[in-house]
């Protein structure tokens, strides 16, 4: 309440004084994200140093990125863009832009160059993986496990979840086929670099499926991130998958008997498209936004919150320690030697290609 | 009522059965919780046959036998689960002291009409407990929640402090989250100033509509009826879809004005359906009465009809305010996050942070439409009295 009458008394001083800032550019920013302890980190490090330097600016935060592809699509039809930044996962990205709802951009002219000079191009290098996305973080899914249920033997390798006579009790996974697939080849002898081959075939993906047969009575299927968290408190499941910063906060956070197991996890990220069908001045405002937002400092704050690695190359020396813990983040990242030695990028090309295919097959398959 | 025939000493071969299968159902419970619930209907079977025999063959000082049993359950409670266990063990220690020996003394027939048969008294306590069980269905999910809400963890768990009764297992801290979060405070700000405008215009032009509905000289009352109740028939996700796309191309979609206009819309039946019903008990003769007398439409509109019907004006208002505070769905669609309502926040907690606020907001609007629900019983129970419909 405070903080907002701040910015109003700020915004009406800024008005009076600076009539030129306001004019070219809208005061008002909607900035569409995944609500959660995500949020949080982006606000702390991107919004509220961004509001502090322009005090006339308001920030309203939606926290719709869940459904931001049908949303999009909606407010095109009825031609009322109510949205100026919008966080979502690479692979919706890609959809958006492929149907003309995000805005293409040009990285070295939206975004700031690295300190030492490196243009941002090369500093976020592939993970510009559409010309509509500007990467803002790598997180990864992979599995925690209740550290009291798993005896002594806790489990190094993702196929302990196949294991049930190792590792009996429910196992929580996410209801669509993209990771489960993946996991349940390479855990039936596929070679690695081989997954995605054996998945383009029907022979591949009644593989998978069968493998995943195996431990169907015993999966409890989630849909929201905070699933998983919620039925390892409870000792509901003995493992489960979900995005390693939502395990990263059971563990370390909320002091939870959890373990990250890191084996074949799978990169994945999220960052920024800019809906297609903004005003000039909204454009100007989100543009001014994301330059600074997206700065090697910026991305390197983020990972103060909440543990997903920067996706520019030169912040990630610049990560430091936990805001309220203290502790250092860098061993808790995805992206860390020690947590990355055997893992899987997202393919994306692939599930663009197939996603709707396996989607099908997946569904008749969970209710058989 | 008094009982014509003398209380029937009953045999152990159906004291012995009946209190078999009341342990049983406990056991159930308790075994489960323990791990196994075959087990526990097998041990809370044989447990109270026994006890049943035992207390009837025994000719003990009733009253002291009583305290007995519930003192041992009490304690088996206690080492079993700690204080909860307790509390529990004293409830079935009290109950299953009392309950064989009532069956047997035959007081259990004490209240009946002598006439029943013996399966008429069966159905009569089987119904009985089949209401209790219906309404232990209806009412735990609800109260489960209110413990849970005090909870000082992070998560929707019941944790071992909290179920030894450890103070230090319970705190305030999601319903400080509440009153202290900036987004929580918007959504609740958000919510109390939509709610009582859309009320408003919906007891409005309800009431108006209503009116003009049972006048017999309006053509087609049916059919304009029935579009006017629709929004409580159509699915609401069709509604709001509808609404978001006409909303959207007259720069409604994302106003203040819009949400009050889609909730006012959605509240306009409950009021129509509450005063045309408080309608028809209105004798119409009054507002001719009162014209005859000089008074002006308008005069006789707030001194004479609109006192009559106040309570079903007020009951329908009190359901569109309901409807209004409790919807999640249009809001969504013709809303943008500047307009985020308590049930939008609800709703994105539990999908995106599953934070036992939420059960805290849930608690305080739960204790609301209690409060709100009692009003709306007492206005009834007023408006019968004065219709002269209950002796009371």
Partial sequence: MKLTSAFLASTALAVAFSPAVAQEMSNEMTIVSWGGAYQRSQQE???????????????????????????????????????????????????????????????????????????????????????????????????GYRTDMVGDTPPTDVCAVFDLEAYPGKRALEKRPINNMEWALYCDGVAKDEIYDVLATPEGQDQALAKLDTIKDDVIWWSAGADTPQLLADGEVVMGSTYNGRLFSVIV????????????????????????GLSDEELARVKDFLFFATDTQRLADQAKYISYGPARQSSAPLVGEHADLGIAMAPHMPTDPDNAKNTLLYNYEFWADYRDDIDAKFQSWLVQ | MPTVLPLKKQPFSFVGPV????????????????????????????????????????????????????????????????VMGLIVGTAFGAFFGWFPLWLADGRYRAGLPPYLTAGEVLWHYAFRVICGMI?????????????????????????????????????????????????????????????????????SFGTL????????????????????????????????????????????????????????????PFVIITVTATLVGFDRSLTRAAANMGANPVT????????????????????????????????????????????????????????????????????????????????????????????G
Wanted: charged share 15%.
């Fill in chain 1, 253 to 276: 956070e909320q002091n939870q008997p959890v373990g990250m197991l890191w084996d074949m996890q799978v990169f994945d990220l999220d960052g920024w498209i800019i809906p297609e």
């Fill in chain 2, 135 to 203: 309404f232990f269905f209806l009412i735990a999910p609800i109260v489960v929640v209110m413990p849970l809400s005090f909870n000082a963890e992070n998560f929707f768990t019941f944790t071992p402090e909290m179920l030894r009764l450890d103070p230090a297992g319970y705190s305030m801290q999601h319903y400080e989250d509440f009153f202290q979060s900036g987004d929580w405070q918007a959504a609740l700000r958000n919510s109390l100033t939509i709610a009582p405008v859309a009320t408003l215009l919906a007891v």
């Fill in chain 2, 300 to 391: 006789t509109f707030f001194r004479v009809q609109m006192p009559l019907i106040l309570p079903g004006v007020i009951s329908g208002g009190l359901f569109a305010f309901i409807t209004s505070f409790d919807e999640v769905v249009v809001v969504l669609f013709v809303g943008s996050a500047s307009q985020k309502t308590l049930p939008w926040q609800m709703f994105i907690g539990l999908r995106e942070q599953i934070s036992p606020t939420i059960l805290a907001v849930a608690t305080i609007l739960v204790c609301l439409s209690i409060a709100l629900l009692t009003t709306l019983e007492l206005l009834r129970r007023r408006s019968e009295k004065l219709r002269g419909m209950s002796p």
């Fill in chain 2, 19 to 82: 209190s078999a299968a009341a342990g049983a159902f406990a056991g159930l419970f308790v075994g489960t919780a323990q791990g196994s619930g075959l087990l526990g209907i097998l041990l809370g079977g044989a447990l109270m046959a026994g006890l049943a025999y035992g207390l009837m063959t025994l000719e003990l000082p009733r009253r002291a036998t009583r305290w007995g049993i519930a003192a041992v359950f009490a304690l088996i409670g206690l080492m079993v689960g700690g």
């Fill in chain 1, 45 to 143: 490090a991107y919004s509220k140093p961004y509001v502090e330097m322009h005090p006339e600016v308001t920030v309203t935060w939606d926290e719709s990125s869940n459904e931001a592809v049908a949303k999009l699509r909606a407010m095109n039809e009825a031609g009322n863009i109510t949205w100026d930044l919008v966080d979502v996962v690479a692979a919706d990205a890609i959809r958006l832009c492929d149907e003309g709802l995000a805005m293409e951009y040009d990285p070295d002219d939206l975004l700031a160059e690295a300190p030492d000079g490196t243009s941002a191009e090369d500093d976020f290098g592939d993970l510009i993986v559409s010309d509509c996305f500007i990467p803002q973080i790598v997180y990864s899914t992979t599995f």
């Fill in chain 2, 209 to 268: 509509a209503a009116i003009g509905l049972s006048s017999e000289h309006v053509p087609f009352r049916q059919a304009i009826m029935a579009i006017l109740i629709s929004p409580m028939i159509v699915p609401l996700i069709i509604s709001a879809a509808g609404m978001y796309f006409f909303y959207s191309r007259i720069g409604l979609q994302g106003t203040y004005l819009g949400v009050v206009l889609a909730h006012a819309a959605l509240g306009i």
